[in-house]
């Protein structure tokens, strides 16, 4: 496996350009939010209906959560607390915002899901380089930790 300063210096390859970084510190966050909201009111098969938690969003979560870990000790802690702090936002819009209405919640985080993928496909145009993900899926669970990581990009 790549250790973490490997991951970030691939990634940090295609994102140089100052526009696209801002595009990027912008974006990224948004599309992993608008995942996690899409997702969270998915229960899994096998919840009740009332268990909040139980939901493919924390299924998919728990999952790069593994990946964060083997990756470096801080970053899975980091991304641990952020886990629970996407958990409390998802249920304060799910309950108040969306009055519970799945289909509201999904189709507002569908619609800055789209809006935040064009941002990034046009800081890439501006770059002149093609996103990270397409060389290797695992750059889209990268992105969230270059982006706030502070020791992403080396001096040059």
């Known amino acids: 496996m790549k250790s973490l300063q490997d991951w970030l210096e691939d990634y940090g390859e295609s994102h140089k350009n100052k526009t696209n970084i ?6 990224v966050p948004l599309i992993f939010m608008s995942i996690y909201f899409m997702l969270f009111q998915i229960n899994l098969p096998m919840s009740e209906e009332n268990i909040l938690y139980l939901n493919w969003a924390n299924a998919f979560y728990a999952l790069a959560l593994v990946f964060y870990f083997r990756l470096n000790i801080k970053v899975g802690l ?17 309950k108040f915002m969306f009055m519970k ?34 060389k ?16 992403r990009r080396k001096t040059t």
């Open 22 to 27: 801002l595009i990027h510190k912008i974006c």
């Open 101 to 134: 209405s799945s289909r509201a919640m999904f189709r507002y985080s569908f619609i800055l899901f789209v809006f935040a993928w064009i941002g990034q496909f046009i800081g890439h145009h501006i770059e002149g380089k093609k996103p990270s993900f397409i």
């Open 78 to 94: 980091g991304f641990l607390v952020v886990g629970f702090v996407l958990g409390i936002i998802s249920c304060f819009l799910w």
């Open 136 to 151: 290797d899926i695992q750059f889209l669970l990268i992105g969230p930790i270059w982006v706030v990581y502070p020791k």
